[in-house]
């Protein structure tokens, strides 16, 4: 029970608990708050992890909050931003939908497969969510869209690297760095299976 109420499962819960609130902001027409809290959730995202890592809290839940995290954050961002700057949003749509596609197609194989999302954490996945987050916020703040396009370009990456992580792994796992890691997981397990068939 001791690894639930950890620092980096909190902040992730707090993370969690904002979703709504950046939706209400958007519903209700307030730009600035809306703003203000998805820069605390921009900031809890990057904190969790690596307090979860310097304080050697981590764990799978930990990284399952931190997955649903993402999914409402970005879920409630989108709808923010279609509310708020409809013309921004569709000035970028192709990209809007080309995060969508690659992310839900990435959690649709996961899930069919492991009955789990992906929480793999990447270092892909790290740099494209600061960079698709840090973008859309100042896509938002009407500085320059640059940098949310080069976070899509990097999270399309990251999306074909889970799908295949997901195929090669046997069993769900969650903090898995990069393709390779994955080779290695799956070749040890293999070599345990044969070892126990022996």
């Not at 993402?70 to 970028?92: A, K, N």
């Amino acid at each position: 029970m001791k690894m639930i109420y950890t620092v980096p499962n909190v902040i992730s819960l707090l993370r969690i608990l904002a979703a709504p609130v950046l939706l209400g902001s958007a519903v209700l027409e307030k730009p600035a708050l809306f703003m203000w809290v998805f820069a605390f959730s921009l900031v809890t995202d990057f904190f969790d992890g690596f307090l979860a890592r310097m304080l050697h809290q981590e764990s799978r839940l930990g990284a399952q909050l931190d997955t649903v995290g993402d999914v409402l954050t970005g879920s409630c961002v989108i709808i923010g931003g279609i509310l708020l700057w409809p013309d921004r949003m569709l000035q970028e749509a192709y990209l809007f939908l080309a995060l969508v596609l690659m992310l839900g197609g990435s959690g649709m194989v996961t899930l069919v497969k492991y009955r789990h999302l992906p929480a793999y954490h990447t270092w892909t996945a790290k740099a494209s969510t600061g960079l698709t987050g840090v973008g859309a916020w100042v896509l938002f703040a009407d500085v320059t869209p640059w940098v949310f396009r080069v976070g899509v370009g990097v999270l399309i990456l990251s999306a074909i690297e889970e799908i295949a992580i997901t195929l090669i792994l046997p069993k769900w796992r969650p903090n898995v760095p990069t393709f390779l890691h994955a080779v290695r997981i799956a070749r040890k397990a293999g070599r345990g299976e044969e070892q126990a068939a022996a």
